[in-house]
């Protein structure tokens, strides 16, 4: 506890686990990123071992195989995302394309725009968002929760996005304080969005820094207060964290080879494996670095 002229702050650093217990079956979660970058992988792999079920997952604009995984492990209901893929690796997330050609899962079609518009709906705390992209394409018939209406201003065709409203969130971030004030390296825009559409937010982050230092620049706080704050060095790893290491492309391969085999061989031998090997067997993310190795995990660290 520490106090700032003359209140009393509690700190809010917590586990993975603590992080995952604001999570119920059936609720609506968000999970930061982008693509091969800065997801919060200590908390993905302890909510998949915390055994929840029946979740809406809410991806980052261009989502990466975070989300696949959360599908091929059975904790994903329905996605919420323009993209899953794995930029440059893997076009589509194997998992997630086999879902949807099934009907394993519920996919939310909509493009950028009506994602940050329905964002924006939720942290406005409004029921839609208008949008005119759309206007004239076919995506209203694909997800008929886009609506066409009249403009009653201009009397023009405008799409009401639905509010994304979300539960939880969870990001990964560079550096945080103990009560909850994070820093991003890079651009924050997405993460910010996310977080601001959501009930409750929890981060992991690299490095634990004074409070002082946040004080010192203000301008470099990215989201205040924040929930909790799980500290996990290497912490989005097999992706990046900007300033600090790079994706594990031979791991992410290794990834995608077993998602690849499901899809085409309708074979769980390899997904299986994975899991068992990297998130249902590691008891905690100490554990799964481990299974890494310091050699591989400096290797990727950005000097």
Known sequence: MSTVEGHARRSRLVSEADAVAAVADGMT????????????????RELIRSGRRDLTVVGAASAGLEIDLLIAAGVAA??????????????????????????????????????????????????????????????????????????????????????????????????????????HNGTAYGDVAISAASERTFVSTERIIPS?????????????????????????HPFSAEGYYRPDEQHIRRYIAAAESWLRKDSRDGIDEYLDHYVLGPADHMDYLDRIGARRLFDLYEY
Request: aromatic share 8%.
């Open 29 to 44: 979660i968000g999970i930061g990123g982008f693509i091969n970058s800065g997801h919060p992988m200590s908390i993905v």
């Open 212 to 236: 002082e230092q946040i004080r010192a620049a203000p301008w470099l706080t990215t989201i205040d207060g924040v929930t909790g704050v799980v500290r996990a060095p290497f912490g989005a």
């Open 78 to 183: 329905k996605v919420v995302t323009p993209y899953v893929g794995a930029e440059g690796l893997a076009g589509v997330g194997p998992a997630f394309r086999r879902a949807a050609q099934t009907d394993s899962i519920e996919v939310f079609e909509l493009d950028e725009a009506h994602y940050y518009a329905g964002l924006r709906a939720s942290a406005q705390r409004v029921p839609f968002n208008p949008w005119v992209a759309g206007v004239g394409t076919s995506l209203p018939e694909v997800n008929p929760a886009l609506k066409v209406f009249q403009d009653p201003i201009k009397g023009t065709p405008v799409i009401a996005v639905p509010a994304i409203e979300i539960d939880v969130c969870f990001l990964h971030v560079a550096c945080s304080d103990a009560y909850g004030n994070v820093q």
